[in-house]
T-cell receptor, first 112, second 110 residues
Framework: SQTIHQWPATLVQPVGSPLSLECTVEGTSNPNLYWYRQAAGRGLQLLFYSVGIGQISSEVPQNLSASRPQDRQFILSSKKLLLSDSGFYLC???????????FGPGTRLTVT | QKEVEQNSGPLSVPEGAIASLNCTYSDRGSQSFFWYRQYSGKSPELIMSIYSNGDKEDGRFTAQLNKASQYVSLLIRDSQPSDSATYLCAGYNAGNMLTFGGGTRLMVKP
């Protein structure tokens, strides 16, 4: 069966510091991968998606970036965090022949 | 206009009752719809998918899709306190991206 991991689970970072969040998927090949952010009391915002290694599409211009160095690894990064980057960051995977997305456990980021 | 809209609630129902959660969407071309359950502090969990008009039942859950009215609903029979959560409706938009509603908070009271 498929499993999706995210780490760290929680993170407190000062404004201006860098960020690296990692997501890995097990039990599937060539998944579509997604990064979402859920701000407090708000809906899910799609940040990036990837259909393959090195292929990244950005949905929202911002100070975040994403990379997919391996088939089942998706990384979200920032060079300098802003207060507005605080939120619950969720990675999701979707099978290549499926429309269903499954979420990882998430990373709760607080920028102070 | 948001692409997927839900009443934020809270929707309060007594234990054992039927909870009815509703969602409307704006893109007539949308074909696939999903319901996720999100407990406080946790990530969303996919509980139902529906791709064609009509009803789809899975245990205590029934998803209903009416494409003519652009309306999706989720019925939860015999509601339990453990069903208390936020329910997210999602559908694919014209850009083939999954778009989420803001969620409806359900409270099931013992």
């Amino acid at each position: 069966s498929q499993t999706i991991h995210q780490w760290p689970a929680t993170l407190v970072q000062p404004v201006g510091s860098p960020l690296s969040l990692e997501c890995t998927v097990e039990g599937t090949s060539n998944p579509n991968l997604y990064w979402y952010r859920q701000a407090a009391g708000r809906g899910l915002q799609l940040l990036f998606y990837s259909v393959g290694i090195g292929q990244i599409s950005s949905e929202v211009p911002q100070n975040l970036s994403a990379s997919r160095p391996q088939d089942r690894q998706f990384i979200l990064s920032s060079k300098k965090l802003l207060l507005s980057d605080s939120g619950f960051y969720l990675c999701a995977w979707e099978g290549p022949s499926s429309y269903e997305q499954y979420f990882g456990p998430g990373t709760r980021l607080t920028v102070t | 206009q948001k692409e997927v809209e839900q009443n934020s609630g809270p929707l309060s129902v007594p234990e054992g009752a039927i909870a009815s959660l509703n969602c409307t969407y704006s893109d007539r071309g949308s074909q696939s719809f999903f319901w996720y359950r999100q407990y406080s502090g946790k990530s969303p969990e996919l509980i139902m998918s529906i791709y064609s008009n009509g009803d789809k039942e899975d245990g205590r859950f029934t998803a209903q899709l009416n494409k003519a009215s652009q309306y999706v609903s989720l019925l939860i029979r015999d509601s339990q306190p453990s069903d208390s959560a936020t329910y997210l409706c999602a559908g694919y938009n014209a850009g083939n991206m999954l778009t989420f509603g803001g969620g409806t908070r359900l409270m099931v009271k013992p």
